[in-house]
């Protein structure tokens, strides 16, 4: 069992910045690919990033790519998700997942966070 609580979210203006965390616990939490996904009620939950706690392999949506960057801090079982360059378009729930496995990229999430709201005005 792996609990994922996400936190960092709120109202921002269109080109600010926001740190977005993701605090993992239960049983071999190093052992699953981690990974940001977003929701809106208009649109069905839309992958955005995806690293390994060991670092080395990241994947990004391309509607993200060069704005936003996953990381991991192992020593915190933490994982960021560091956001620049706000559009009102990024405005969504963040969730965190965790996928068990070594599968890149990872096609099947275990476990997911209750969601963070991250909303950008224009």
């Known amino acids: 069992q792996v609990q994922l609580v996400e936190s960092g979210g709120g109202l921002v203006q269109a080109g600010a910045s926001l740190r977005l965390s993701c605090a993992a616990s239960?049983?071999?939490?190093?052992?699953?690919?981690m990974a940001w996904f977003r929701q809106t009620p208009q649109k069905e939950r839309e992958f955005v990033a995806a690293?390994?706690?060991?670092?080395?392999?990241?994947l990004y949506a391309d509607s993200v790519k060069g704005r936003f960057t996953i990381s991991a801090d192992n020593a915190k079982n933490t994982v960021y998700m560091q956001m620049t360059r706000l559009k009102p378009e990024d405005t969504a729930v963040y969730y965190c997942?965790?996928?068990?496995?070594?599968?890149?990229?990872?096609?099947?999430?275990?476990?997911w966070g209750q969601g963070t709201q991250v909303t950008v005005s224009s």
């Open positions: 690293t390994y706690w060991s670092g080395g392999r990241t």
């Open positions: 997942a965790a996928a068990y496995g070594s599968n890149w990229p990872p096609v099947a999430y275990n476990y």
């Open positions: 239960g049983r071999s939490v190093r052992s699953y690919a």
